[in-house]
T-cell receptor
Framework: SQQGEEDPQALSIQEGENATMNCSYK?????LQWYRQNSGRGLVHLIL?????REKHSGRLRVTLDTSKKSSSLLITASRAADTASYFC?????????FGTGTRLLVSP | GAGVSQTPSNKVTEKGKYVELRCDPI?????LYWYRQSLGQGPEFLIY????????DSGLPNDRFFAVRPEGSVSTLKIQRTERGDSAVYLC?????????????FGPGTRLTVL
């Protein structure tokens, strides 16, 4: 079963704009990860944030975590057409990942 | 170095047939995971191996699904008497060890279509 929900389900923006995706989850976690998937195939790890961290940055990515609300957000700044993909949050649960339903991001040139 | 590889990349079979999907993890990674992803959904956990043994197979949907990793490296996911509902992308991932904070490295997946 899916652990969490991402919203929006789909997001369409222009190049240069920022994209924000949100993830909510149900149970306590040790960490939360964000993955990217192109064309419905292999996933690529983007960033991991631990339960005792509130914010983390990696290049144009910024992730926040609010454990009291059981939610996380992924911000992609200055988006590019190459950022077009599906983005998934995943929480660890007994040494396996439980993925959300994903946000499909379309960045138009 | 080489990443996780999966073969075949696409598999089309008929209802009732047997299929095998193969995963080659990153060399030296002791943990190997299988996930299934249906269209429009996130990946769902099937089974994970720590070395040669299945540490958690709670995600296997029924006894038609079975996976092995006899030498602690390559793994094969086996599906008997395939059904149309088994159509999905099957993803494999590996990690250096099974610690929950480890990044999982995914293969490109096998797209299974059951006609």
């Amino acid at each position: 079963s899916q652990q969490g929900e991402e919203d929006p389900q789909a997001l369409s923006i222009q190049e240069g704009e920022n994209a924000t995706m949100n993830c909510s989850y149900k149970t306590s976690i040790n960490n939360l990860q964000w993955y990217r998937q192109n064309s419905g195939r292999g996933l690529v790890h983007l960033i991991l944030i631990r339960s005792n961290e509130r914010e983390k940055h990696s290049g144009r990515l910024r992730v926040t975590l609010d454990t009291s609300k059981k939610s996380s957000s992924l911000l992609i700044t200055a988006s590019r057409a190459a950022d077009t993909a599906s983005y998934f949050c995943a929480t660890d649960r007994f040494q396996k990942l439980v993925f959300g339903t994903g946000t499909r991001l379309l960045v138009s040139p | 170095g080489a990443g996780v590889s999966q073969t075949p990349s696409n598999k089309v079979t008929e209802k009732g047939k047997y299929v095998e999907l193969r995963c080659d993890p990153i060399s030296g990674h002791t943990a190997l995971y299988w996930y299934r992803q249906s269209l429009g959904q996130g990946p769902e956990f099937l089974i994970y191996f720590q070395g040669t043994g299945a540490a958690d197979d709670s995600g296997l949907p029924n006894d038609r699904f079975f996976a092995v990793r006899p030498e602690g490296s390559v793994s094969t996911l086996k599906i008997q008497r395939t059904e149309r509902g088994d159509s999905a992308v099957y993803l494999c991932a590996s990690t250096p060890q099974a610690a929950s904070t480890d990044t999982q490295y995914f293969g490109p997946g096998t797209r299974l279509t059951v006609l």
